[in-house]
């Protein structure tokens, strides 16, 4: 996923009952939420067996940078203290292929690389880099994992990939002060939602703050739309790109977008600022400022929740969030994620493999906030807040009712690269909302290009 700060690339609260009740996320298969399968909460006792593996190293490699990281490396710790290998955290770029590419060419590529595409675990075995996971992985993922996690992770029937973290990527987070002076209440349709921007703007403060500077938010904000507007089916079609970016389905979803980002007085910055404002910043200035922030609402994941702890808001209180608005007939559900790929062969790759797939290390960040797992043998009350953790039963509870991120689905080419491809496209329609037209041959072109490539 572009996980929480995507950061190149890549939480959670209104009331307790709307998140239970409303937030479906991303997974298939239910059983015990609460519990693993041997009925005792998951975690520090270690309920999954690794090897010893003194005088073991291993590199591994992810985009995450900041407290995502951090976070990380507690994990990482934890395997080191278990296992007794060494294990040092790469700090990679976007896209991160073309990194790994680098790596391999020098001949030291990472022994494991935490990878924010389903694109890119293709193209990771379509180049002969990742190795499939070992049986000792597979079984956790087999007790712990819902098929549709694991599917997503195959290639050619083939395990290559482990989701390691998961997202909701259709929720929008609101500095609750300035509903309350505002008199906003939260809206649970597209119309709706641009009512309640006017209502937040007529308050004095400019109603929604995006992240334009990081291209993989507006494609996360065109796949929210274009879910629920075309629907699944269709959605399934743009991304395997047996439909065209010309379609009138994608002409509708721009529109749609325009409606909003067509304003420039709703968009903190306007356009050009917008532009200029990393995914990061988008989050805390919403949350700061007193009744004066610089907006009021902004687009993303739970993991927003990181950022969001970099301000004095608290979450629950004083920031809140609803599901994504619903443009057509159902309020979309997409998701991102993860996942660990083995690229050096190895028993301490693979006792890591498995690690990564066991509810002991999904614990330990789960603990730390800021993150979801998919892994249904971590128990709610690992979670930091009732937020979390209602957010964490509904991503177990939820079945196949979801799409995964479009974007990442797609070669990095088009879907994960800076500067280039539906990142590019998308900024520059953020700058002018008018050249639907225009932005879908551009999408369309570019798109062709990378899939034949």
Known sequence: MRSNLRTPRAAQAAAAAVVAGTLILTACGGGDKDKDSGGKESGGSGS???????????????????????????????????????????????PIINFLGSKIAGGAPPDVALLPQVGAIKQAVDKKWAKPVGSEAQAQLAKNYSQGWQDLGKVDGKQYGVYYKAANKSLIWYNNKVFENAGASEPKTWKDFLAT???VYDSGVTPVSVGGADGWTLTDWFENVYLSQAGPEKYDQLAQHKIKWTDPSVKDALTTLAELWGNKDYIAGGPDGALQTEFPASVTQTFTGGDQPKAGMVFEGDFAQVNIAETKAKVGTDAKVFPFPAVGDKAPVVSGGDAAVILKDSKAAQALATFLASPDAATVQAKLGGYLSPNKGVAPSAYPNAVQQKMAKALIAAGDDFRFDMSDQAPQAFGGTPGKGEWKALQDFLKNPKNVAG???????????????
């Open 48 to 94: 999954v067996s690794l090897p010893k593996l003194d005088g073991a190293s291993l590199e591994v490699a992810a985009v995450w940078t900041g407290s995502e990281q951090a976070n990380f490396k507690k994990v990482l710790a934890e395997f080191e203290k278990r296992t007794g290998a060494k294990v040092t955290f790469v700090p990679a770029q976007d």
């Open 439 to 453: 932005t879908q041959a551009k999408l369309e072109a570019d798109a062709t290009a990378a899939y034949k490539g």
């Open 197 to 199: 921007a006017r209502t």
